[in-house]
């Protein structure tokens, strides 16, 4: 079964500087879809950046990038000039197509603080 | 373009009761999930459909829980009848296949439900 893992259950980051989230996946497949979701506390899911596995380069929205290591297993999310409204919890998920079904698998989530 | 929306925002109600759930997804969308999260267990994923059909059910916890997607631009989530286990918060996500944003799910705000 494919597991999501975020090691940090918690991060804090300075306005304006930057912070890096943590996440692995496991998983025996070679193409599959990795995402990035918020969740402040009104609780809404919003995307944040998604990832096709096939794709080397690394993809960015804005402020929001990430380091995708395939070989690794990796998929980690820089927040670059943080701002108080990064303040949330983030979800790395996991995604791949098996015989006609698919299913989004998340991570326990890490909870970042954006301190003034 | 009006995102997924889901009703009631909250729900209060007492063990034994028939609680019923509500999502539109976004219009056009031919695929829609729907998901259960507690501090326990996290995100997980309940039952989707594809064009109104249920392809993976395997989620749903037990046969208390059934759901249904009458057309294309509605579906319920139902549970009868309703445990104290069953507070959660609960998510309706909806994607659409054939484009370049295939396998984005985008979610809607949530349902709180509490049964006491």
């Known amino acids: 079964a494919q597991t999501v893992t975020q090691s940090q259950p918690e991060m804090s980051v300075q306005e304006a500087e930057t912070v890096t989230l943590s996440c692995t996946y496991d998983?025996?497949?070679?193409?599959?879809?990795l995402f990035w979701y918020k969740q402040p506390p009104s609780r809404q899911m919003i995307l944040v950046i998604r990832?096709?596995?096939?794709?080397?380069q690394n993809a960015t929205e804005n402020r929001f990038s990430v380091n995708f290591q395939k070989a690794a297993k990796s998929f980690s999310l820089k927040i670059s000039d943080s701002q108080l409204g990064d303040a949330a919890m983030y979800f790395c998920?996991?995604?791949?197509?098996?015989?006609?079904?698919?299913?989004?698998?998340f991570g326990k989530g890490t909870k970042l603080t954006v301190n003034p | 373009d009006a995102g997924v929306i889901q009703s009631p925002r909250h729900e209060v109600t007492e063990m034994g009761q028939e609680v019923t759930l509500r999502c539109k997804p976004i219009?056009?969308?031919?695929?829609l999930f729907w998901y259960r999260q507690t501090m326990m267990r996290g995100l997980e994923l309940l039952i989707y459909?594809?064009?109104?059909?249920?392809?993976?059910d395997s989620g749903m916890p037990e046969d208390r829980f059934s759901a249904k997607m009458p057309n294309a631009s509605f579906s319920t989530l139902k549970i009868q009848p309703s445990e104290p286990r069953d507070s959660a918060v609960y998510f309706c996500?909806?994607?659409?296949?054939?484009?370049?944003?295939?396998?984005?799910?985008?979610f809607g705000p949530g349902t709180r439900l509490t049964v006491l």
């Open positions: 996500a909806s994607s659409l296949a054939g484009t370049l944003q295939r396998h984005t799910q985008y």
């Open positions: 998983t025996s497949e070679s193409d599959y879809y």
């Open positions: 990832q096709e596995a096939y794709k080397q």
């Open positions: 998920a996991y995604l791949v197509e098996e015989g006609g079904s698919e299913k989004l698998v």
């Open positions: 219009s056009g969308h031919d695929y």
């Open positions: 459909f594809n064009n109104n059909v249920p392809i993976d």
